[in-house]
């Protein structure tokens, strides 16, 4: 007290009041968050209640109560507990333990394509001391085996399964507005660090050092531009000053799991302020191979028909997302990766390799050099593949090939897919809208639309072929007999060519091909 007063008297200033690094318990009512219970889930509220009837506590979490607190319906709930995993597991009928780095618990309701996950995961407690192992997750398997908590050589926690407090686990989390728990029964918001505050000034802060933060997990910088695209959210001082250094960490990161947060990152709405997120953070170039790919040096779309193609893409996915329908990764993937492809097709072609074959070899090199060895790659890879293919053979329309082509499970992507060349500028939209039409037409429609190709190809300059060569003067000791033989050879396949176009037209294989695309 006296060397307040005397401090006081000498003019200096008062020490900051310490807070503690686990923050504070405050309850908030509804009449101050003001959460509607029409945007909750009945079936994560319904886990909660099963949790809470068991004697356990528990509480929906996480972005599911900031979206809440901005009167948004979250995509995802997440309950946390004072259960243990094997307890959660065995108060439901349908309940698996998964994740080896978190071990959480999932609930599922429901079947098939409708089926619903509730996430539950336990309480965990800030680690009084981590064990470091040499290497990760992949090179240290046998390493991290019964470990509760482990981090690899930077920092990075390569295990967290030590189980704590609320209060604890509210200290692990990352943001501030991603630290809040929620009872429904009761209708309270339980907030340890200001996290509602900063949800309505639409802040983002990381929890602790931010740079100590990131070092423990570098996707948090990869989540804090999808908050505040997603949202609308500025990153606070201190949170975005270490972004660009700690970035050069998400090279440990394994690389499905950094694929899986691009993914994320572009399918959340709003895949374009995404973009423009990374960029404003020094992000765009350098962390993704599959950005990389799509972006100039700039980590801008690029100009002209490709950024055209690419921007609109992005506006179909962020439309489909905001809609509720859903959305493929693949579908989004194969409009970034696009022009790559094309470029190595073009190549290829250009050395005498046939157009078909060219364009597998150029997919398999882009694969390879974009997306690497992932988990889910080869499922990812055939839908991809299967899409750009079918642009070739839009190409043909007469014979057989065009009801079948219709007839594919993945006809409506490359069909859309072409839609968006065409709109781009990229193709001739009349091949788009020839391909509609024959898709919503009656059958009288379709022979009609095959007449008028076949008659289109008719009018379409045919290609002048090379003049033959001239039987050459048999040689010295060369009988005239193999000359003559030779010059047979050389008509032969001119021959063969004639009497295939002499067939009806529409006929099949035989039939005459259509003109090339500009995307040949």
Request: net charge positive; glycine share 8%.
């Given at each position: ?174 943001f501030t507005v991603n630290a809040m728990y929620y009872d429904p029964q009761r209708r309270l918001v339980v907030d340890y660090h200001g996290g509602l505050a900063d949800a309505k000034a639409k802040v983002l802060r990381m929890i602790g050092d931010p740079e100590t933060r990131y070092r423990e997990d570098p996707v948090r910088i990869i989540r804090a531009v999808r908050f505040a695209a997603k949202l609308g959210f500025e990153l ?285």
């Amino acid at each position: 007290m006296i060397k307040k007063f005397i401090d006081k008297l000498l003019g200096k200033p008062a020490a900051a009041k310490k807070t503690s690094p686990l923050g504070k318990r405050v309850e908030v009512g509804a009449e101050v968050h003001g959460i509607n219970p029409d945007l909750l889930d009945e079936r994560a509220v319904k886990v909660v209640k099963t949790l809470a009837d068991a004697g356990f506590e528990a509480y929906i979490v996480g972005g599911a109560v900031r979206d809440l607190l901005l009167g948004m319906r979250p995509k995802d709930f997440d309950v946390a507990t004072n259960a243990t995993p094997e307890q959660v597991k065995g108060l439901f009928r349908r309940a698996f333990i998964i994740g080896r780095r978190f071990r959480i618990v999932h609930v599922v309701y429901g079947r098939g394509r409708e089926h619903e996950v509730i996430e539950v995961s336990t309480f965990r407690a800030l680690p009084t001391e981590s064990e470091a192992v040499a290497g990760n997750e992949k090179t240290a398997k046998a390493e991290l085996d019964g470990k509760h908590h482990a981090v690899d050589a930077s920092g990075r926690v390569l295990r967290d399964n030590v189980w704590g407090p609320q209060i604890e686990d509210a200290a692990r989390r990352d943001f501030t507005v991603n630290a809040m728990y929620y009872d429904p029964q009761r209708r309270l918001v339980v907030d340890y660090h200001g996290g509602l505050a900063d949800a309505k000034a639409k802040v983002l802060r990381m929890i602790g050092d931010p740079e100590t933060r990131y070092r423990e997990d570098p996707v948090r910088i990869i989540r804090a531009v999808r908050f505040a695209a997603k949202l609308g959210f500025e990153l606070e001082a201190k949170t975005l000053a270490p972004v660009k250094a700690s970035s050069a960490l998400l090279a440990n990161v394994p690389a499905s799991r950094l694929f899986d947060e691009m993914i994320k990152l572009l399918q959340t709405g709003h895949s374009l302020a995404s973009l423009a997120q990374l960029k404003k953070l020094g992000l765009a170039r350098g962390v993704f191979a599959v950005l990389d790919a799509m972006l100039t040096e700039t980590g801008d779309l690029p100009e002209g028909k490709r950024g055209s193609f690419l921007r609109q893409a992005f506006e179909d996915t962020d439309r489909r997302v905001n809609e509720g329908r859903g959305v493929s990764p693949s579908f989004m993937l194969a409009c970034m990766l696009w022009h790559e492809v094309l470029d190595r097709w073009t190549r290829i072609r250009a050395g005498g390799e046939p157009a078909v074959p060219a364009l597998a070899q150029a997919i398999d090199a882009v694969f390879d050099a974009r997306i690497g060895d992932i988990s889910g790659r080869g499922k990812l890879a055939a839908d991809m593949r299967e899409i750009w293919m079918m642009q070739t053979r839009f190409e043909r329309r007469s014979g057989s090939g065009v009801f079948s082509l219709i007839e594919q499970p993945r006809y409506r992507a490359g069909f859309d897919f072409l839609r968006l060349r065409a709109d781009a500028g990229e193709i001739d939209p009349a091949l788009a809208d020839w391909w509609e039409d024959f898709a919503l037409g009656s059958d009288d429609d379709r022979q009609a639309l095959l007449a008028e190709a076949r008659a289109a190809q008719q009018k379409a300059p045919r290609a002048v072929r090379a003049p033959r060569p001239e039987p050459s003067a048999p040689a010295e000791g060369e009988p005239e007999s193999d000359v003559a033989e030779a010059a047979e050879a050389i008509d032969a396949p001119a021959r063969k060519r004639r009497r295939r176009r002499r067939k009806p037209a529409g006929g099949g294989e035989g039939a005459a091909p259509a003109p090339a695309s500009a995307a040949e």
